[in-house]
């Protein structure tokens, strides 16, 4: 969980404590507090470099008052505030182009997917909104929509879940998936609605989720809409050949009020192709969270997936792209580093280090080499040039090459930590 920090609000004679924002025995005197500095600026007092301007803004429908960040000032703050996220520069984000993914004023983000969400008697995947242009002069924008792969990135940046810094020990767990999820796609905005109106979340029978589950199914039949479910991947059953050539259905752990995710033998065909190291990681055992798109069937309980993207996550839901990584990422964890594992979206060749180390005063990419095959040699040399030249001259940068030794006991020393 990220922190709570002082913030200055107009008309308070002192900074404001986590108490007073947060405890219900203090929600009066915070709501009137903000009411009375509406329409004025706040600032976040946590260790983050830059202005960390907030808007005070009031939710009429539940007659609520509360701070958000201002649009693109989320690298402001400090790694552990509430208000922080990467710039666009440390992930995949830099490469859509202007216009897929506008933030707001208001903590909230709006994309354009690459599949409509309201299913249309004609011309199904229209989009009423224009296409975002390509811009030559920006080659590295060149994603004009985004897929589901990026959407479940994109929730997985915005809760949080891609880093870790020491105190979250204890307080990270699949039980924490539901809350995290749904809160998120409150702020997600996409075909003029927010995303937590066609999400479905882990949920237990019989608990608030597993409800709130139930109502957005009977919500999507009464709106002709098309379904979005995400999850932990129950884990593999074997198979007489240990093949998974065909699975009938996509099962989800903690699948209350989720309907059964049939996959027909395209969509497995295609997932297979796109997500081959998933599938092999999670054959192994790798815990792997699911996301998929969905139609509902008329007059029936059950449902046809028309797209799933796959992605490998450690026990504290860091996601991973190897078995090597997943070395890194436990001694990480063990030696109480503040960390982030950047995500590619639907970025191509854009370099992106394996993690970034963030309690040091600058930049610090962490990559793990660990192949040999001459494409991997040349794409390694290519990488090897990009830190020396980007960050030789700053902290350095950190690698293993796990390729010429994978002796765990023999991985290099971090820097140690500066904040």
Aim: proline share 5%.
């Amino acid at each position: 969980m990220s922190e709570t920090f002082k913030v200055e609000v107009p008309g308070a004679k002192y900074p404001c404590s986590k108490e007073l924002q947060t405890l219900s025995a203090n929600a009066d005197q915070w709501k009137k507090l903000l009411k009375k500095a509406h329409g004025q600026q706040a600032k976040c007092l946590c260790q983050g470099q830059g202005a960390k301007l907030l808007n005070i803004r009031y939710l009429k429908g539940s007659d609520r008052y509360f701070l958000a960040k201002c649009a693109n000032t989320g690298p402001e703050h400090a790694f552990d505030c509430r208000f922080f996220s990467d710039a666009e520069s440390r992930s995949g984000l830099q490469s859509y182009v202007e216009g897929v993914v506008r933030e707001g004023d208001d903590n909230d983000v709006s994309v354009r997917l690459s599949q409509a969400i309201q299913i249309r008697a004609s011309h199904d995947d229209a989009d009423p909104r224009p296409v975002p242009a390509f811009n030559p002069s920006k080659p590295k924008r060149t994603q004009r929509v985004m897929t589901l792969l990026g959407l479940l990135h994109l929730l997985w940046t915005r809760s949080n879940l891609h880093s870790w810094f020491p105190r979250m020990a204890g307080k990270r767990s699949d039980a924490t998936l539901e809350w995290l999820l749904e809160k998120t796609a409150e702020d997600i905005k996409t075909y003029r609605m927010s995303l937590d109106r066609v999400l479905l979340t882990p949920a237990k029978k019989g608990s608030t989720g597993a409800r709130r589950n139930v109502s957005v199914l009977q919500r999507a039949k009464k709106n002709n809409y098309r379904l979005i479910a995400v999850g932990v991947l129950e884990p593999f059953a074997g198979a007489v050949d240990g093949t998974v050539d065909h699975l009938p259905e996509l099962s989800l752990k903690s699948s209350a009020g989720i309907p059964k995710l049939y996959l027909n033998e395209q969509v497995w065909s295609e997932a297979q192709k796109s997500f081959a190291r998933e599938i092999a990681a999670w054959k192994k055992g790798a815990k792997t969270i699911a996301i998929a798109f969905f139609n509902l069937r008329k007059n029936s309980p059950y449902c046809d997936v028309l797209e799933v993207a796959l992605m490998r996550v450690s026990e504290m839901l860091i996601p991973l792209d190897s078995g090597l990584e997943a070395i890194v990422e436990a001694m990480l964890r063990a030696q109480q580093r503040k960390f982030s594992k950047p995500l590619r979206f639907d970025a191509d060749e854009q370099t992106l280090p394996d993690f970034w180390l963030n309690d040091l005063a600058d930049e610090y990419p962490m990559e793990v080499f660990g192949m040999s095959t001459p494409d991997y040699q040349q794409r390694k040399a290519a990488k090897i040039n990009h830190y020396q030249t980007e960050y030789a001259q700053r902290l350095g940068w950190w690698h293993w090459d796990a390729a010429a030794d994978c002796d765990v006991t023999s991985l290099p020393p971090l820097p140690p930590a500066t904040k």
